[in-house]
């Protein structure tokens, strides 16, 4: 839970300094997911496992709401569909009154909302901050050894978070190494 916050901490800190500026589309996907698949934790009986999640998802919230003012506003058709995506989660969950379904769709436009952040990572590997998503993979893995009841509908969801976390870590350390900062010449 502690580690669900920290994580968010320097990424909060590059908003305000201005490196890092949020996409207002990504933070709203990725708040309706959160909030999505805790939901379906908590109605699995997850326990504490929830617990970290639902910090995440209020920070990805907050995010959300800071990117209105400092974050990028380009919004594609890749975007809208990922968004149309997430909603369809929700609508899943509650038409058909099946928290599985809803997180194998969460799951799944997770991964689709990850590719964006992927293809910026590959190009600027510079731009994004390395720290949330290490602490965030870490955070989730916790979280699923939190787990009160484990079924696919209680982890499914915090596994993948961990997997597409070190997916970016990865490419954002290897591309760092082969992406030099420019360097300044006096």
């Given at each position: 839970?502690?580690?669900?916050v920290?994580s968010?901490?320097?990424y909060?800190k590059?908003?305000?300094?201005?490196?890092t500026?949020?996409?207002i589309y990504s933070?709203?996907?990725?708040?309706?997911?959160q909030?999505?698949?805790v939901l379906?934790?908590?109605?699995g009986?997850?326990?504490w496992?929830a617990l970290?999640?639902?910090?995440?998802?209020?920070?990805?919230?907050?995010i959300?709401?800071?990117?209105?003012?400092?974050?990028?506003?380009?919004?594609?058709?890749?975007d809208t569909?990922?968004?149309l995506?997430?909603?369809?989660?929700?609508?899943?969950?509650?038409?058909l009154?099946?928290?599985?379904?809803?997180?194998?769709?969460?799951?799944?436009i997770d991964?689709?909302g990850?590719?964006p952040?992927y293809?910026?990572?590959?190009f600027?590997?510079?731009s994004?901050t390395v720290?949330l998503?290490?602490?965030?993979?870490?955070s989730?893995?916790?979280n699923l050894?939190?787990?009160?009841?484990?079924?696919?509908?209680?982890?499914?969801?915090?596994?993948?978070?961990?997997?597409?976390?070190?997916?970016?870590?990865?490419?954002?350390?290897?591309?760092?190494?082969?992406?030099?900062?420019p360097s300044?010449?006096?």
């Open positions: 839970m502690i580690l669900a920290i968010f901490l320097p909060l590059d908003i305000f300094a201005q490196k500026k949020p996409h933070w709203l996907i990725w708040s309706i997911l909030t999505t698949g379906a934790m908590i109605v009986h997850a326990g496992g970290g999640l639902g910090i995440g998802s209020l920070f990805c919230i907050f959300f709401f800071l990117s209105f003012k400092y974050g990028t506003k380009n919004i594609t058709t890749f569909f990922c968004l995506g997430a909603i369809c989660a929700i609508l899943v969950w509650v038409f009154k099946d928290p599985l379904y809803s997180v194998i769709l969460v799951t799944a991964f689709v990850f590719i952040t293809r910026k990572g590959y600027d590997p510079q994004e720290s998503y290490v602490l965030s993979a870490v989730n893995l916790l050894l939190a787990i009160g009841s484990y079924t696919v509908t209680t982890t499914l969801y915090v596994a993948s978070l961990v997997i597409t976390n070190v997916v970016c870590v990865s490419i954002l350390l290897i591309r760092r190494r082969i992406v030099a900062k300044i010449t006096i």
